[in-house]
């Protein structure tokens, strides 16, 4: 085994443990990164295709809001283009397609209300809901006690507003609402602006597509520091003495002062701790499980929807097939269609064989676009749960009785170890930003402790 010496480790190459590196290295400190992986990027995956498409299997979009990643995208000169949203989306609901534009659907007035009134509850309290400690509101108890589906029940009256913000909760959250407490999504809601921002393209979290796709930026900003990062290189054991910590993986055994500690929760369990983390940190951290998503792409000669006035975007109630985005460039000839399946059915569709997989995606879109929609040049999907270093996505969540008995412990640092990763996040938790200003909070509390 290879014993290095290093001032800081940073456990993790995805955005959060760069942005840690990177603030590290700009005030000249002396650390390393180890990465399980081949590669870093973590939750992003950017893949070039044969057809001169480039796709994002793990994150993609950047909101106007997302300031942090704007940097980094301003700092590397990198391009660039909204998500297409001309034209008219389409809704299919029990077998009927409608037309409409904007975010929310077309359907009858009284649902329509009834959907409206619900977002509009959600954003008025969520606006209530501190970032750094929600377990204070006054009702948090109350809210953290019971799930997001628990209070659908009870606040949204007509069958088809409950299925279009089941729909809409699925495409935020990778999950379903019986999942996750009432008082985790509120504080996800604010921590993202608000609901509407969560599920807009415009002036939303779907705005903005890079040209080089998510991970082409990380790769740009780790690229003056990649000799300190150590690929293929598992933390199995982290123990701690009085000046600092020792970490093991199969084949190092590293000496440091201080950890970053970056893996999503569900994995800091894997690891491990001697002494052994605090009861309630440990429990936290049984208590954060993943969503499920799986991402298709469909590449096309053109992107002929365009043609008949649709915008490619569709929400639909029938599995697997709930949402649908254009995110080809304007400039493209190729039509790119991205499909999401999440929560629940993703969790049944990944199970299927990639042949049955296809057949039933293009089947579903072309029961809404025709005959072409059946025909694409390239069929690519990337389940999230197969990951062994993810575990699923896009975040880790929480349940009831999570962040009122245990949110306290998110953040907190044990002993020289500090924690960071978007689920540490107080802005834009669960996405790129958060995991940003994450890694930059956890390199603050390192710096102040060691300079
Ligand atoms: C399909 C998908 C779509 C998404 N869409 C968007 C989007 O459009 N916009 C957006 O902002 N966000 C999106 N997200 C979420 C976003 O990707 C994450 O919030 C972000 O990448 C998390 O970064 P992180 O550094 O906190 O964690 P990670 O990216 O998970 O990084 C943690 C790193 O730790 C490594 N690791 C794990 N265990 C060990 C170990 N034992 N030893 C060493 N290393 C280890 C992992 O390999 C990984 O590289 C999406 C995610 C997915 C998967």
Redesign the pocket.
């Given at each position: 085994m290879k014993e290095i010496n290093t001032d800081i480790l940073i456990?993790?190459?995805?955005?959060?443990?760069i942005a840690a590196a990177k603030k590290l290295h700009a005030a000249q400190q002396d650390f390393m990164v180890?990465?399980?992986?081949d590669r870093?990027?973590?939750?992003?995956l950017t893949e070039d295709l044969e057809s001169g498409v480039t796709v994002d299997?793990?994150?993609?979009?950047?909101g106007p809001t997302?300031h942090l990643?704007w940097e980094w995208i301003k700092e590397t000169h990198t391009e660039t283009y909204d998500t297409y949203d001309q034209g008219k989306n389409l809704l299919k609901f029990k077998n009927k397609i409608t037309s409409y534009t904007g975010t929310i659907p077309k359907i009858d007035p009284i649902s329509l209300i009834d959907l409206g009134i619900t977002i509009s509850k959600m954003n008025k309290l969520s606006a209530q809901i501190s970032l750094t400690e929600p377990w204070n509101h006054p009702k948090a108890k109350e809210f953290d006690a019971m799930t997001l589906a628990t209070w659908m029940e009870k606040h949204i009256w007509t069958a088809k507003a409950k299925h279009l913000f089941e729909i809409g909760i699925q495409t935020v959250f990778a999950a379903e609402a019986s999942e996750i407490s009432l008082l985790f999504a509120l504080f996800y809601f604010k921590s993202g602006d608000n609901m509407d921002t969560l599920i807009s393209i415009k002036n939303g979290?779907?705005q903005s597509i890079l040209k080089g796709g998510t991970q082409g930026l990380i790769k740009k900003i780790a690229a003056s520091f990649l000799d300190k990062i150590h690929l293929e290189?598992?933390?199995?054991r982290l123990s701690q003495q009085a000046n600092g910590i020792i970490a093991e993986t199969k084949m190092l055994k590293i000496n440091a002062r201080k950890c970053i500690l970056?893996?999503?929760p569900v994995?800091i369990s894997?690891?491990e701790f001697e002494p052994p983390l605090p009861q309630q940190k440990a429990q936290l951290y049984q208590r954060m499980p993943m969503g499920a998503?799986m991402?298709v792409y469909l590449i096309y000669p053109t992107p002929f929807w365009r043609e008949m006035g649709f915008s490619g975007q569709i929400v639909s109630d029938e599995y697997p097939l709930k949402v649908t985005f254009d995110v080809g460039h304007t400039d493209s000839e190729l039509g790119v269609l991205l499909v999401f399946v999440e929560g629940n059915d993703a969790r049944n569709f990944i199970d299927l064989e990639e042949g049955t997989r296809r057949k039933m995606i293009l089947e579903r879109v072309e029961k809404i676009f025709g005959h072409q929609a059946s025909m694409p040049m390239q069929y690519i999907d990337k389940c999230?749960t197969e990951e062994v270093?993810?575990r699923g996505?896009?975040?880790g969540l929480m349940g009831p009785n999570t962040l009122t008995q245990f949110g306290h412990q998110i953040r907190a640092p044990f002993k020289h170890i500090h924690f960071?990763?978007?689920?540490t996040a107080d802005k834009?938790c669960?996405?790129?930003?958060?995991?940003i200003s994450?890694?930059y909070r956890a390199a603050s509390e390192v710096l102040k402790e060691t300079l």
């Open positions: 456990v993790g190459a995805g955005y959060a443990g180890i990465e399980a992986r870093i990027g973590g939750r992003t299997m793990g994150a993609k979009w950047v997302q990643v979290a779907q290189s598992p933390l199995l970056t893996i999503p994995l894997t690891i998503a991402k999230w270093y993810s996505c896009y975040t960071a990763g978007t689920e834009w669960g996405y790129l930003d958060g995991a994450s890694g």
